[in-house]
């Protein structure tokens, strides 16, 4: 497969039809994401640019694959949620917003857009699914991490710190954010957006976006240089960029 299978399964359809289908599934995605209390209102229409981008450039795979990486965040939020708010590093109740969205998934539909421009050129699909396979990663880590992790270490220094620390992880944080960008690889070449060559490549450079956070969470982000939006997206952008020069 070269990542074009899933678009062109929709060529029948004609532009019209295609743009009713995506708008009805882009809604369907922002209803689900407010009613379960995943994102704020603002996050809602964030999450659905970004789902509307890849449903363009990449056809209902790519639905698929976003609604992946929100199920596997959502879930990993709420896992230990009690023990979070204990220690004040819990998710606000009620989702979260515009910015902490486009922050995790700008890069994703940003490739997507770019493939529908300059299409075909697969390697910007394979690039937007390792930015969502370390967006998921990013997430699940964290959450997981501070759930059932036990006392976290500084990646950097490797001394014990107190959870919800900026560049802090653990064994079991590390690994559920693993198997989250492996999850995420899997689906898109399920769903031909990748090639099943590519896999590898896209869960790799997910572990390794999620690794690149928590390096700048413990140096930059610790000094106040940068905020936590800004990390994200730095980290989603390392792993788009990884994965196109190595696919």
């Known amino acids: 497969m070269n990542g074009l299978a899933e678009y062109s399964s929709m060529a029948s359809f004609d532009p019209a039809q295609k743009l009713a289908a995506f708008a009805v599934l882009t809604l369907l995605f922002a209803t689900l994401g ?88 697969p390697r910007l699909l394979i690039a937007m699914a390792a930015a969502l396979a370390e967006a998921a990663a990013d997430t699940v880590s964290s959450e997981i991490g501070q759930a059932l992790g036990g006392t976290p270490r500084l990646i950097t220094t490797w001394r014990k710190v107190a959870p919800g620390t900026d560049g802090a992880i653990t064994l079991a944080g590390t690994l559920a954010g693993a198997v989250a960008a492996l999850v995420v690889a899997l689906v898109c070449a399920l769903v031909h957006i990748v090639a099943w060559k590519s896999l590898a490549v896209c869960a790799g450079a997910g572990v390794a976006g999620m690794i690149f956070d928590s390096l700048l969470g ?25 994965a196109f020069l190595l696919s």
């Open 34 to 121: 407010r009613l379960v209390r995943g994102v704020t209102t603002a996050g809602a229409i964030a999450g659905a640019a970004v789902c509307f981008a890849l449903l363009w450039a990449a056809g209902v795979g790519a639905f698929a694959a976003l609604l992946t990486v929100f199920l596997l965040t959502w879930i990993a939020t709420r896992i230990g949620y009690g023990r979070k708010q204990h220690l004040g590093t819990a998710e606000a109740g009620t989702g979260r917003d515009a910015l902490q969205v486009l922050a995790n998934l700008g890069m994703a539909a940003g490739c997507a857009v770019l493939y529908a421009t300059f299409r075909p050129v």
């Open 218 to 242: 413990a140096t930059l982000e610790r000094r106040r240089i940068l905020g936590n939006n800004a990390v994200n997206f730095a980290s989603t952008v390392i792993a788009a960029v990884l």
